[in-house]
DNA sequence: AGATTTTTGTTGTAATTGCAATAAAAATCA
DNA sequence: TGATTTTTATTGCAATTACAACAAAAATCT
C-alpha cells in the first residue's frame, strides 16, 4: 500500500516551524499560535477539548495555556454552577493579533495548494478529513492504554 | 479556499504521539524512531540531509543522533578524504528493530486509509506528494531567515 | 442518596526542540 | 593559489512536550 504518513508528517513539520518563526515576532513560542487561533474561533472552549482538537497530550495544552494566560493572551472563566470547567477566552491582545495568524495560514494553506486545480483542492480535503477521522480512533485508544495488533 | 492545513497538523500529531507510545518499549523516546527508519534505509547519510528529509531543524537532528550513537542504535563514520562529513549507519540493535518499526508505520498506514479505494489512495498520496514539493520552497526560505509577504 | 466512574485540571520529572553563536572543513571564485 | 562562500556539525541557552501521579468536581449507576 502506498505511504502517506511520511509526507504528511514532513509537511506537518515544515508548516510548523514556518509559522512558529513567523510568529515569533508577536512574543509566540513554539507552538502558542495554535491554542490562541482555536480560542479565538471558539471562544468559552475548555482546555480538554482543545487538546483534543489539536490532538495534543492533555498536560501540555495546560501548560501552553498557563503561559497564554500569564502572557495576557487567554482569559480563564469559571462557569456558574460548575467548579470545574475553566472556560477559555480571548483577550483584546488574543484578537487583534488574530487576523495576522489567519492571514499567515492561509498564505501557507494558498502556497501549500499551488497548481492544484479546485477539484483537486476539495479531493485532498475531504480525503485529509476522512484520514484525521480514521485516525482519531485509535489515538483515543492508544492514549488510553489499549495496545494495538499488528 | 478550503484548509487541509489543520487536518495535516492533527493528523502528523496523533499518528506521532501513537508511534512514541508504541516505540517507548524499544527504548526510543519522543521523535527518535523517525531517525533510525531514515538511517537504517539510506546507511552512509549525513545529519543534514537526515534533517532535510524530516524537515527538522539541524541542530535537533544533531541532537537526536547523538543520543541514538550513545544508546547504541547509530554508528558514524568518518568518509575517506572527508573530514567533515559523518556518516551514519545503523547498528545490529537498529537493523534489529527495524521490521517493527515498519510493520507499526505500516499498520498505521493501514489504519488512516481505511476504507479508501485503490484509487483515493493513489490520489492522496500524489496530491500529498505535491504539496510537500510546494512546501518545502518555502521551508528552506523560511529558515534561511527570507520574509515571505502575505 | 451513596458509591463508582468519568471528566477536567494541575504539578513532578525527564526528555526533546530549535534559535544563536561558533567552528572547521570543503567548495567556489577570481 | 589564495580569498570568500557554502556546507556540515556542535554547544549554550531557553523553551515546549508529555508520561506519571495526583486531585477534585461532575456524571452515572444501583
Redesign the interface.
Known sequence: ?????R????????????SN??FKELDLTKGQY?YVIRICEHPGIIQEKVAE?????RTTASRAIQKLETKGFIEKRIEQGNKKNKLLFPTAKSMDIYPFLK??????????????SNE??????S??????H???I??EE??KGHK?Q?
Open positions: 500500500m502506498k505511504e502517506i504518513l509526507e504528511i508528517g514532513a509537511i506537518a513539520r515544515a508548516l510548523d516551524s514556518i518563526i513567523e495554535l482538537l489539536l490532538k495534543v497530550d492571514r499567515e495560514g492561509e498564505y501557507s494553506n494558498a502556497r501549500a495548494l499551488e497548481g492544484f483537486e483542492i476539495n479531493c485532498i480535503h480525503l485529509l478529513t476522512r484520514v484525521l480514521n485516525i482519531e485509535d489515538w492508544v492514549k494495538r499488528y
